[in-house]
């Protein structure tokens, strides 16, 4: 596509369930990013795919996040029994091999209720 | 450690004062150094990149120049527009060269004035 696209766009859930977000990078694009957004926290790397390499999942809070990259194009990140504290804006971004600068999609806000 | 800092906001001028937001980091190498800009509503553009000491982005009237010695990555525009208004992250890659993911400062959030 013509940028990297997310969704849902927003997401209301409750306190103990799970949720997926989606993101669909820029085809050709072999690197794909998570990162999260909160009011005061600045931009929070979660998790980096680059090709066929295992990701680096430093960034992850806890063990009820994980992610997934299906055939190196769309990714799933899934936050189970979610809690008030992960409500934040999810942002996706992919980039070329050796490229600079990211692309970044328009987010997920998720909140937690 | 690896991490950026940058001046706190909110930063509010008038149309056609000169700009600046501050950005330091640290690293064990030569990381590439990015300036990045939220527009309200919008998600996160890349507006300029410096990969090594002494170079200069610029983009959209907006500069910055990678100072090794000071370890800093200033953003200076000279006459800021109301178009301008919107939030500047400075950030650092963890890999040197084009590879790795970024670290971000917390943003700085400009307004400016008519």
């Known amino acids: 596509g013509a940028g990297v696209s997310q969704s849902p766009s927003n997401k209301v859930t409750e306190k103990g369930k799970d949720v997926e977000l989606r993101c669909d990078p820029i085809s050709g694009h072999t690197a794909l990013y998570w990162y999260r957004q909160s009011l005061g926290q600045g931009l929070e790397f979660l998790i980096y795919?680059?090709?066929?390499?295992?990701?680096?999942k430093s960034g992850l809070p806890s063990d009820r996040f994980s992610a997934e990259r299906t055939g190196g194009s769309v990714s799933t990140l899934t936050i189970q029994r979610t809690q008030q504290e992960d409500s934040a804006v999810y942002l996706c971004a992919s980039s070329l091999l050796d490229s600079y600068g990211y692309t970044f999609g328009s987010g997920t806000r998720l909140t937690v209720v | 450690g690896n991490s950026v800092t940058q001046m706190e906001g909110p930063v509010t001028l008038s149309e056609e004062a000169f700009l600046t937001i501050n950005c330091t980091y640290t690293a064990t190498g030569y990381p590439s150094l990015f300036w990045y800009v939220q527009y309200p509503g919008e998600g996160l553009q890349l507006l300029l990149k410096a990969t090594k000491a002494d170079d200069k982005g610029s983009n959209k009237g907006f500069e910055a120049t990678y100072r090794k010695e000071t370890t800093s990555f200033h953003l200076e525009k000279g006459s800021v527009q109301v178009s301008d208004s919107a939030v500047y992250f400075c950030a650092r890659n963890t890999y040197g060269g084009s590879q790795g993911n970024l670290i971000f400062g917390k943003g700085t959030k400009l307004s400016v004035k008519p």
């Open positions: 795919f680059q090709g066929n390499s295992a990701p680096d």
